[in-house]
């Protein structure tokens, strides 16, 4: 890739970690040899190629049955990290609906925002899920957190429909 403008390589770089590729190096990455990664190696790629780079894919396979198990678990490992950050991200949701109940805020504007933020913690999940090819011990736990997530933001959704459709009378 030619070193000005950045911005073409970041562009790269983005979509290879977007799909989960692991760097193994100096503009050297990896991604197991499965279908949900050909789109994502595709754009990146036409990227490559639109920015006036070159890029080179290869089907590569370990010299050893150690090299195949040291990439899955450092893809494992890679997996791990995203999983962890979507389980603290579960909890940011959580405090934050905690918050809204304890100081009352039942608006519908609120309720908006917050099913905003569901919906964003369930994509991430699906492409987690997706690309998550070894199944990283995280996984299970995450998949009951979301669900978790997504039982509180109903909780809080009855709570908004309460306030306003269901306040005393002296106060319509």
Known sequence: MPAEPSRHRVAVWRELRRIGALSL???????????????????ALTLSEQAGGQALTLNAAGRSPQDASRFRAMFTAARSEDWSEFLADCGKFEEELAKEIRIAKFTLAELEEEEQS??????????????????APEAAAASKRLKECAAACEDYAERVFRALHLAPEEDR
């Open 118 to 135: 569901l919906e964003r913690l369930r994509r991430w999940h699906r492409d987690l899920m997706a690309r998550d090819v070894f199944g």
């Open 25 to 43: 190096g100096q503009g050297v990455w990896a991604v197991p040899d499965v279908p949900v990664f050909a789109a994502g190696i595709a754009r």
